[in-house]
């Protein structure tokens, strides 16, 4: 009975610890998500603030 409960523990925590680097890996998606649309903003911001303050 103690075996089987020790292997329930750590099936659960094999869960825990893979939703944690799924949590990482979605992290770091939107973190270079985040870091393109800077540098696309900072590379034509102005450009497209000029084109629609002219039309």
Known sequence: MLAYARIL???????????????????????GIAAVVVLVAVAFGGDILDALTDG
């Not at 523990?9 to 973190?31: F, I, K, M």
């Open 9 to 31: 523990l750590q099936a659960r925590l094999a869960v825990r610890h893979e939703r944690g680097v799924s949590a990482v890996d979605y992290g770091l998606l939107v973190t």
